[in-house]
């Protein structure tokens, strides 16, 4: 069964930098679009980011933009988030999701990042 697994949160202050990675299994990792999405206390899903299946195409929310990179290890079925310049407006549960932006079919259980002082 398809399976997504995220790590790498925790508390972090702001202007410090946070790895997320998302260890995937149970279809084929390499031949799907991936995304991260966010989902900050009392607010809906809001997307961050997306890869294409060969990792060379990306595509970020203007609110991420420039200080989140996100990235693929096909070879290790592993999804990636590099967090830069984290804010407190940040903080939020952080999913990898199957799929393109708004079109999902699985989820991970989540990883809280928190940014504050």
């Known amino acids: 069964q398809v399976q997504l697994v995220e790590s790498g949160g925790g508390l972090v202050q702001p202007g410090g930098s946070l790895r997320l990675s998302c260890a995937a299994s149970?279809?084929?990792?390499?031949?799907?679009?991936m995304s991260w999405v966010r989902q900050a206390p009392g607010k809906g899903r809001e997307w961050v980011s997306s890869i294409n299946s060969g990792g060379g195409s990306t595509s970020y929310a203007d609110s991420v933009k420039g200080r989140f990179t996100i990235s693929r290890d096909n070879a290790k079925n592993t999804l990636y988030l590099q967090m830069n310049s984290l804010k407190p407006e940040d903080t939020a549960v952080y999913y990898c999701a199957r799929g393109n932006k708004n079109r999902y079919d699985y989820w991970g259980q989540g990883t809280q990042v928190t940014v504050s002082s």
């Open positions: 149970g279809f084929t990792f390499s031949s799907v679009v």
